[in-house]
C-alpha cells in the first residue's frame, strides 16, 4: 500500500514539473509580446492626441459649428464594441471586460460589435444581436480594419441606426494594473469653451469647418479604436504574464509539498519494512 502511495506522488510530481515547464515558457512569451505591445502603445498615442486635439479646437474656435456627430440621433439603441482576448489563461482580464460589458448592456436596446475571440464566443453564446462577427481575431486586426470599423459605425450613426456608440477596452495602467473602461464615442462629447472668444481669434477652415470636421470624425475613431485596440493587447500580455509567474509559484509550492510528503510515505514505508523483519526474526 505504501509502494502505491508513493507511486503516485511521484507521478503528481511529475506533473506538476510538465505543468511548470508550461506555465513558466507562456510567462516568458508573455514577457516577450508585452515589451511589443507597449511600444506599440507608445507609437500610437501621438497620432490619436493630434486628431482629438484639432477636433477640440474647431469647436472651440468655429462659432455655430453644426454638425450630426455633436447630436443624438432619434434611436435609443446602443452599439457596445468590446474588445476581449483570444486565448484564456489571462487571469480576469476577459472577464472583467466582459462583465463591464453586462452592466452598459442593462436595461438598453442594445446591439454587440464584439473583437477578440472570447467576445464573440460569450455573446454568441447570451445571444446578443452582434453588428458583425468578421473581427473575431483580434490579433490580426490591423488599423486599416479600425479605420474601416470607424467608417462603418460612423454611417450608422449618421442613418439614425444607433443613437449612442460606446467602446469597452481593457486600460493598461502597469504590469500590475490592468483596469476595464468605457468610453463614449458617439455622439461626441467635446469640452466646453473655457475662454472667452472675444480674447480668441477663429480660425478659418476650408472647404468649410464642417466639412473638415466631418471628414475628420471618422478618422479620429479610428484612432481611438486602434488606441483602445493597443492598450487591450498590452493589457492581456501584463495580465498573462502576471498569470502564468503565479500559476508558476504555485507549481513549485505543490512540488514542495507533493516531495515532503513522497520523503515521509517512503520514510514509513522504510519503517514498516524494518518492523516486518525485526519481528519475523524475532518469531
Given at each position: 500500500m505504501a509502494g502505491v502511495s508513493t507511486k503516485d506522488i511521484k507521478n503528481r510530481i511529475r506533473s506538476m514539473e510538465s505543468t511548470k515547464q508550461i506555465t513558466k515558457a507562456m510567462e516568458m512569451v508573455a514577457a516577450s509580446k508585452l515589451r511589443q505591445a507597449?511600444?506599440?502603445?507608445?507609437?500610437?498615442?501621438?497620432?490619436?492626441?493630434?486628431?482629438?486635439?484639432?477636433?477640440?479646437?474647431?469647436?472651440?474656435?468655429?462659432?455655430?459649428?453644426?454638425?450630426?456627430?455633436?447630436?443624438?440621433?432619434?434611436?435609443?439603441?446602443?452599439?457596445?464594441?468590446?474588445?476581449?482576448?483570444?486565448?484564456?489563461?489571462?487571469?480576469?482580464?476577459?472577464?472583467?471586460?466582459?462583465?463591464?460589458?453586462?452592466?452598459?448592456?442593462?436595461?438598453?436596446?442594445?446591439?454587440?460589435?464584439?473583437?477578440?475571440?472570447?467576445a464573440v464566443e460569450y455573446f454568441r453564446s447570451h445571444k446578443v444581436p452582434c453588428h458583425t462577427e468578421a473581427y473575431s481575431e483580434a490579433a490580426d486586426l490591423s488599423i486599416s480594419d479600425c479605420f474601416t470599423i470607424a467608417k462603418n459605425i460612423s454611417k450608422a450613426f449618421l442613418a439614425g441606426e444607433y443613437g449612442e456608440i460606446k467602446l469597452v477596452y481593457t486600460n493598461f495602467v502597469s504590469v500590475l494594473s490592468q483596469v476595464p473602461a468605457v468610453m463614449g464615442m458617439l455622439p461626441l462629447n467635446v469640452p466646453k469653451e473655457t475662454e472667452s472668444r472675444s480674447t480668441k481669434m477663429d480660425t478659418v477652415y476650408e472647404p468649410s469647418a464642417e466639412e473638415v470636421f466631418a471628414a475628420i470624425i471618422p478618422e479620429c475613431l479610428g484612432g481611438i479604436l486602434y488606441g483602445a485596440l493597443c492598450e487591450s493587447r498590452c493589457a492581456e500580455q501584463a495580465a498573462r504574464r502576471t498569470a502564468m509567474d503565479s500559476a508558476t509559484q504555485n507549481a513549485e509550492?505543490?512540488?514542495?509539498?507533493?516531495?515532503?510528503?513522497?520523503?515521509?510515505?517512503r520514510q514509513a514505508s522504510i519503517t514498516q519494512e524494518i518492523t516486518e523483519i525485526v519481528a519475523g526474526a524475532e518469531a
Open positions: 507597449q511600444n506599440r502603445v507608445t507609437a500610437s498615442r501621438p497620432y490619436f492626441e493630434i486628431l482629438y486635439q484639432t477636433i477640440s479646437d474647431i469647436t472651440r474656435t468655429t462659432r455655430d459649428l453644426s454638425s450630426p456627430y455633436l447630436k443624438k440621433p432619434q434611436s435609443d439603441k446602443l452599439l457596445l464594441i468590446v474588445i476581449a482576448g483570444d486565448r484564456g489563461l489571462a487571469g480576469g482580464y476577459n472577464g472583467n471586460v466582459l462583465k463591464l460589458s453586462v452592466q452598459q448592456m442593462e436595461g438598453r436596446d442594445t446591439t454587440v460589435l464584439p473583437i477578440g475571440k472570447k509550492e505543490m512540488i514542495a509539498d507533493l516531495t515532503l510528503k513522497f520523503n515521509r510515505a
